[in-house]
């Protein structure tokens, strides 16, 4: 079972003079890269007893210091010391979308994880504004790379290497609100909707093959197979609208890009 620290750890992490949560970030990001152990304080918001069936089982495989905690926003604010905020949504996903949204709410820069079954894919969207999901089957080296990426990202973005807004002509992205408006209004994009579109607009006019998207927004081990990138280009391409769905490109034969839209003529 993955290791639950004490009070008495507690007390003595947030002794005063400790590093800035930035820093221990940064030095654990360096850490990983020079090869060295990956390990992250996380808490993980649920009911499941500590000692019962485990919410994630690969989890308790890894390295990594958890705490146990209810699944209520209230609790996670107390925790704001951890690297990782790990919501359980596998049994009620009502209550961690409300954990989720509350959170965010909060002005909570931790980023979030949140477990659920495959039936819960589905209901996830952008408005629950958490940082990644995961199925509760997930393997020990998927769970790993996201912690590890959740962990980076949140370095980065707390020492100010986080590029912000992405604007492109009338579409602003807000990565951090997980919010995408066109010409001031906001999309209704599900979550990966919302995470297809934010890469592509980061990488525009380079063409990427459904193989490759399935990596990068899925997660390398997602077994749905290539046409759900299709369908989610399709119905990207429907909430844009007519006047937008050519900012998403396809290359014949090979997959897709975006496209950037053409400069608008001045008015007279």
């Known amino acids: 079972m993955p290791r639950s620290t004490s009070s008495s750890e507690d007390r003595t992490r947030r002794r005063p003079g400790r590093r800035p ?13 020079s090869g060295g ?10 009911t499941a007893p500590p000692n019962g069936a485990p919410v994630i089982p690969a989890l308790a495989l890894l390295h990594h210091r958890v705490r146990f905690a209810p699944p209520d926003a209230r609790a996670a604010l107390g925790h704001t010391d951890v690297d990782v905020i790990i919501v359980d949504g596998s049994d009620d996903l009502a209550k961690a979308r409300s954990t989720c949204r509350t959170l965010r709410a909060a002005g909570l820069e931790t980023p979030v994880l949140l477990v659920l079954g495959e039936g819960g894919l589905p209901v996830v969207s952008a408005d629950w504004g958490v ?6 089957s997930a393997g020990p080296a998927e769970l790993d790379a996201r912690l590890r990426l959740l962990t980076e990202r949140a370095g980065a973005a707390e020492s100010g290497a986080d590029a912000g ?11 951090g609100g997980y919010t995408a408006r066109l010409r001031g209004t906001a999309l209704d994009l599900t979550y990966k ?9 980061q990488h525009p006019g380079r063409v990427f093959t459904r193989a490759q998207l399935l990596q990068e927004v899925w997660g390398y081990d997602y077994f749905g197979g290539t046409r759900t990138v299709d369908v989610h280009i399709r119905r990207l391409r429907a909430k844009l609208g007519p006047e937008y769905d050519q900012l998403i490109g396809t290359v014949r034969n090979v997959g897709y890009r ?4 053409p400069d608008r003529p001045a008015l007279p």
């Not at 152990?37 to 918001?45: K, M, N, S």
């Not at 909707?193 to 607009?201: G, H, N, P």
């Open 258 to 261: 975006f496209d950037q839209p």
């Open 131 to 136: 940082s990644d999901i995961v199925l509760g």
């Open 21 to 33: 949560r930035a820093r221990r970030l940064l030095d654990r990001v360096r850490g990983l890269r």
């Open 37 to 46: 152990a990956r390990v992250a304080d996380l808490v993980l918001l649920t």
């Open 165 to 175: 807004h992405i604007e492109v002509g009338d579409l602003t992205i807000d990565p």
């Open 193 to 201: 909707e919302f995470e297809l579109l934010r890469f592509l607009t």
